[in-house]
């Protein structure tokens, strides 16, 4: 990260805890819903499957910049099924960065190729070894294996979204990322159980055990791109929600946080790792703040 980016962001966390702002910070935009998979977890895919024409994304971008947003996420669906004409994904990212976004990060399911070295992450979802993936996303993990070795830049951070399919992976997904040259790291969440995936849903005694078995992988040099001393409130889903200082767009319209927080009663069953992180953070929890210093200046 930039010395400037750092003290930039070093100073909105001042002023954030210090007169208990509620500006945002992190953005995300939602290029499509489409998607070419059907995940068993998700419930957010192929809804209205529109693609956003490249003049509305941009102008949800600038929105967003207007906002103070200077971490900037691509999500879907899928976004590497963004196009406009010539225009593909590497244009948003492009853009973005020409806006003056300070991190932009794109969100994928990995199934098309890598090449996006613009990006300061590809947060690429794997949900497990080829068995427990392949159960929750379809026959995609060997095309996923081959995108990576091909990806044109080491700027992969693995994506998990734990559940009760995949919860013996970890450690699989861990050492995958401590062995392949282009992935920085591991991000982790526990499933958030949208009324139709509630079968998924770990017990507290569940994502405790989980928990245990990623510190003790980050204890074993697994580059685990989350904050240990967020896991007692994970597990107890004792963090504050919804976290201001995140903000969604889909098709014009902006959500705080997510665009889960129109579910009734999801807030207080969140599984998201950064949800917890960030509010925590700008709390003013010293614990947090420490290791987010060093765990972000050491993958970004
Ligand atoms: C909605 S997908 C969109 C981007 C892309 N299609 C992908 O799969 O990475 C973004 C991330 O949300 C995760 N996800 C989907 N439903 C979830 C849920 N109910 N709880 C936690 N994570 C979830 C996915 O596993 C994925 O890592
Ligand atoms: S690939 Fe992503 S958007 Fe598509 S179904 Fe799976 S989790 Fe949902
Ligand atoms: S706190 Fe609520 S709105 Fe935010 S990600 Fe969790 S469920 Fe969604």
């Known amino acids: 990260m930039k010395v400037s980016s750092f003290l930039y962001f ?3 966390g001042m002023e954030t805890i210090l007169f208990r702002r509620k500006k945002p910070i992190l953005g995300t935009v939602i290029v499509t819903d489409k998607c070419n998979l059907q995940c068993r977890h998700c419930s957010v895919n192929n ?4 693609v956003h024409p490249f003049h509305q994304i941009q102008e949800e971008m600038r929105q967003l910049y207007d906002m103070g947003v200077r971490i900037l996420f691509f999500c879907g669906g899928e ?19 020409r806006m003056g976004f300070l991190i932009v990060n794109v969100v994928t399911n990995g199934t098309f190729p890598l090449d996006l070295p613009e990006a300061d992450l590809i947060l690429l979802s794997l949900d497990g070894d080829r068995e427990r ?3 929750i996303r379809g026959d995609t993990y060997d095309t996923i294996m081959d995108n990576i070795e091909k990806a044109t830049a080491d700027n992969i951070c693995f994506y998990m979204a734990v559940n009760r399919i995949n919860q ?6 861990c050492l ?16 958030t159980p949208y ?8 017990s507290r005694e569940e994502k405790a055990a ?3 078995t990623i510190a003790q992988m980050m204890g074993e040099g697994a580059p685990v791109f989350n904050l240990k001393s967020a896991f007692p409130y994970l597990i107890d889903n004792s963090f504050p929600t919804p976290c201001h200082q995140c903000v969604v767009i889909e098709n014009g319209k902006v959500s705080i946080c997510g665009r889960c927080i129109e579910v009734p009663g999801l807030c207080e069953q969140c599984g998201y790792f950064f949800v917890a992180e960030y509010t925590l953070l700008f709390r003013g929890n010293i614990k947090i703040m420490l290791e987010m210093l060093k765990t972000y200046l050491k993958y970004i």
């Open 10 to 12: 070093a100073g909105f």
């Open 47 to 50: 809804i209205t499957a529109v």
């Open 133 to 135: 993936h392949n159960a």
């Open 79 to 97: 976004t590497f099924l963004w196009k406009d004409g010539d225009r593909g994904l590497r244009d948003l990212v492009i853009e973005a960065k």
């Open 176 to 191: 995958t990322a401590k062995r392949m040259s282009n992935v920085r790291a591991v991000s982790f969440n526990f499933h």
């Open 210 to 212: 989980c928990c245990e």
């Open 168 to 173: 013996d992976a970890i450690r699989h997904v």
């Open 195 to 202: 009324p139709d995936t509630r079968d998924l849903a770990l």
